[in-house]
């Protein structure tokens, strides 16, 4: 009992900073897990095989793994502005990312520490949380590119909120969701840096 004490305070939430990023990385492609997990043999079942389409006429393929996320963007792809909130933090960015191109100019506003790479130009950096989908052991920053006209008063740590428009850049040889941010604003921070799986998503 008196152990995980002491380490609770030992370690604080300080620690799930941008030191704490720069050791893991930052995951800016989190539909990876859903493409490249080891599925052993229904691998070849990733290939979509199913569409649902939005009244606009944006489609949104899918198959037996992928099929709730392209409930999800669906969902978002029809909301003036795709607000990403703790409830479906995880499956919002996990389903942006799996349908880049179809979100490419609609408004999205995210909150999030900020974090920074060395390879991001200067105008950018990186909103996000730590995911955590089984234990802190396995503990990601999530997060999305942001650019912004005045990058340097936006420090690594600080909890900020970006409302923008999404575009696609390229980052270490990848093509990643970048906000193009119209306003950028400081928020208080969440009692916990950590987001999670919602146990509902797909039911």
Request: proline fraction near 6%; charge should be negative; include cysteine.
């Amino acid at each position: 009992m008196i152990i995980p004490l002491v380490l609770a305070f030992s370690f604080p939430n300080a620690v799930l900073g941008s030191q704490m990023a720069a050791k893991k990385g930052l995951n800016f492609t989190p539909s990876g897990i859903l493409v490249n997990n080891n599925y052993g043999d229904a691998s070849p079942n990733l290939i979509p095989n199913d569409k649902l389409q939005s009244d606009t006429g944006q489609v949104f393929p899918f198959n037996e793994y992928t099929k709730p996320y392209a409930k999800r963007a669906a969902e978002m792809y029809k909301e003036p502005l795709i607000v990403i909130n703790d409830h479906f933090y995880i499956e919002s960015l996990t389903s942006l990312d799996l349908y880049q191109d179809q979100f490419v100019g609609k408004k999205v506003q995210i909150s999030g520490y900020v974090y920074r790479l060395d390879t991001m130009s200067k105008n950018q950096f990186a909103l996000g949380r730590f995911s955590m989908r089984c234990c802190v052991a396995d503990s990601v920053p999530l997060a999305i590119l942001v650019e912004a006209d005045t990058p340097e008063q936006w420090k690594n740590d600080m909890y900020a909120v970006a409302l923008g428009t999404i575009e696609k850049r390229q980052l270490d040889g990848k093509d990643v969701l970048t906000i193009v941010a119209k306003t950028v604003d400081t928020q208080d921070a969440p009692t916990s840096p950590y987001v999670y799986q919602n146990p509902y998503f797909g039911t």
